[in-house]
C-alpha cells in the first residue's frame, strides 16, 4: 500500500470512529480531499462550579457578573491535511457569533490547547485527546484566563491589590484559580496594600507599618513590600 493510501485509510477509519463516538454532536463537511468535519464540544462544568462557588464565597469580589463560560454551540473543526496522521490536523471554531463572539485571544488560546495536544501524538490519530483537550481548556477556566491576559501586569497587580486580604488569600485560592495573577502576586502594589490592612489598620501593629514605611523610602527592589511582610511575620512567631 503506498503511503498516501495509508494516510487516506487512517483518516477515513478515524472520521468513521468519531462519528460513532461523538453521534449528534458530530457534522460531516468534507466526506473527501480532504476529509473534514467538527464536533460539538461538551465540558463538564460540575468541578469548576465547586471550585468557583469556594472562590466567590472566600472572595465576594470575584463573584462573576456574566459568563466566562464558551458558547453553548461552540464546536471544534478538523480538516485532515493530506499526510495527516504524520502531521497534525488543521483546527477552527465554529459557533453562532451573533449570540456570543470570544475575544480572538480566547479562540488562539484554545486552538493552542488543541494543536499541543495533536502535536504529542503525532503519527497516529489524535482528534479525540484534541476534543479532550478542547473540553480540559473549557472546563479549566481557559477562557477567563486568555481574557484576563490581555490585561498588563500592572493591570493585575492593582486589581490584585483590592482582593487580596492575606497571603493566603494570594497564593492559596487566587494564583491557583488564576495563575496568570502569579507575577502581580509579588509586586510592591499587592503587598503594600495587604501590609497596610494587616498593620496598619489594626490596633497594637501601626509600629510595624511606620517601620516599613520608613524603610521603603528609596527602595527599588520591586518585591520589598513581600519581603517586609514575610520577615515581619516570622519575627512576630519567635
Not at 29 to 41: A, G, K, M, R, T
Not at 149 to 178: G, K, M, N, P
Amino acid at each position: 500500500i503506498m503511503e498516501s493510501e495509508e494516510h487516506a485509510i487512517a483518516q477515513q477509519d478515524e472520521c468513521d470512529s468519531m462519528s460513532a463516538i461523538f453521534s449528534e454532536d458530530f457534522t460531516l463537511l468534507s466526506d473527501h480531499d480532504p476529509i473534514s468535519y467538527s464536533i460539538q464540544l461538551r465540558p463538564d462544568f460540575s468541578a469548576a462550579e465547586c471550585d468557583e462557588a469556594v472562590i466567590t464565597d472566600t472572595i465576594p469580589s470575584l463573584r462573576p457578573r456574566g459568563s466566562l463560560r464558551p458558547p453553548d454551540d461552540l464546536a471544534l473543526i478538523v480538516t485532515y491535511p493530506p499526510k495527516y496522521p504524520d502531521t497534525t490536523p488543521l483546527f477552527g471554531l465554529e459557533y453562532d457569533r451573533k449570540r456570543m463572539s470570544l475575544h480572538h485571544v480566547q479562540e488562539q488560546a484554545l486552538l493552542k490547547a488543541v494543536t499541543t495536544a495533536a502535536q504529542a501524538e503525532v503519527g497516529m490519530p489524535s482528534v479525540y485527546s484534541c476534543i479532550h483537550a478542547a473540553c480540559a481548556f473549557l472546563e479549566n477556566g481557559g477562557l477567563a484566563q486568555a481574557g484576563i491576559s490581555l490585561l498588563s501586569d500592572d493591570c493585575l497587580a492593582t486589581i490584585l491589590s483590592f482582593l487580596a486580604t492575606s497571603r493566603e488569600i494570594i497564593h492559596d485560592i487566587i494564583c491557583v484559580a488564576l495563575p496568570i495573577f502569579e507575577a502581580a502576586s509579588k509586586t510592591n502594589v499587592v503587598w503594600k496594600q495587604l501590609c497596610r490592612r494587616r498593620w496598619g489598620e489594626k490596633w497594637g501593629f501601626q509600629k510595624r507599618w511606620r517601620r516599613a514605611l520608613s524603610n521603603s523610602e528609596g527602595q527599588s527592589n520591586e518585591h520589598f513590600w513581600m519581603q517586609a511582610y514575610n520577615e515581619e511575620e516570622e519575627d512576630a512567631k519567635r
